[in-house]
């Protein structure tokens, strides 16, 4: 399971950081483990591994400070496994091979900032219809820390607005990145009748708080705007993501969350803005 390493590896921390994360199995469950799947049996059967694999495996990440093993219930105790914040830290390792894995293997290579419907991509987004956020799922805004659902929400995200930050050479050029002032402007527009509806709205993006604090009052945005800086609501999701100007963008997409968590509708790919913003309110309003 574990390699030694040879003396020549000793002071390289891509040896090292391999040794404790390196092997299949262990990548997999901190897949899971970001996507909100503790436990044991849960794991077992998401992955189709041996009881054996699975029990040494889980050791190794415990040993290693990237799960905690904390009791969930007792008589008899039972124990789940939790990421720690050095787990958490491989959200953007996770990212960054499914990054690679959609443009190069999946995909064709060319840089974009949408999918074909049917895509593997769009039949990933698809299939969260059914399944929860994993709790809690707070992000940073302007305003601090801020949890993405808060009842009946709408949670939208967006590469990039060009606002304070001017955008990456070449960004016109990538399909589908442009709209994200447009989209923030159609939810602006509409926040009055999400709000009388009982229906919260969230946009995410990768960006800084302190830049999106500078949009949104620019552009008198009445919603949390949500920094996904470190990925980890991107890994939970294992949202499509682009790479562009140095930095990992959100692909614009929409989910509908009901008060429970669970995703009830998924809007992606985003080919016309306005009428997805109109199609994520008639679903919201009937969980409302």
Not at 107 to 127: C, K, M, N, Q, W
Not at 209 to 229: R, Y
Request: proline content about 8%; overall charge negative.
């Amino acid at each position: 399971m574990t390699r030694e390493l040879r003396e020549q590896d000793v002071q390289c921390s891509i040896a090292q950081a391999a040794s404790v994360v390196g092997d299949w199995w262990s990548l997999l469950i901190v897949r899971e483990a970001a996507r909100g799947r503790l436990r044991f049996e849960e794991l077992l059967g998401e992955l189709g591994i041996s009881r054996k694999v699975l029990t040494e495996r889980l050791r190794h990440l415990v040993e290693h400070g990237v799960l905690e093993r904390r009791p969930y219930q007792s008589g008899p105790v039972r124990h789940e496994y939790a990421l720690t914040d050095v787990g958490w830290a491989l959200a953007p390792v996770l990212i960054a091979m499914q990054d690679w894995g959609d443009r190069w293997l999946a995909g064709d290579g060319i840089l974009t900032g949408v999918a074909t419907p049917g895509s593997p991509e769009a039949r990933r987004v698809h299939a969260l219809v059914g399944t929860p956020i994993p709790a809690p799922m707070r992000l940073e805004s302007a305003n601090g820390p801020v949890e993405v659902v808060d009842g009946p929400t709408v949670l939208f995200t967006y590469p990039a607005t060009g606002v304070p930050s001017p955008l990456p050479p070449g960004w016109s050029d990538v399909p589908g990145a442009l709209g994200c002032t447009l989209e923030n402007r159609l939810f602006k527009g509409m926040a009055p009748t999400f709000a009388a509806d009982g229906i919260a709205v969230r946009g995410v993006s990768t960006q800084r708080p302190d830049e999106q604090a500078v949009f949104a009052e620019m552009e008198e945005i009445p919603f949390p705007l949500l920094s996904d800086t470190e990925l980890r609501l991107a890994a939970a999701l294992r949202l499509p993501t682009f790479r562009s100007g140095q930095v990992v963008r959100l692909k614009r997409l929409i989910l509908v969350v009901d008060a429970l968590r669970v995703i009830r509708h998924a809007i992606f790919p985003v080919l016309d803005i306005p009428a997805a913003v109109t199609e994520a309110h008639e679903h919201a309003r009937t969980l409302s």
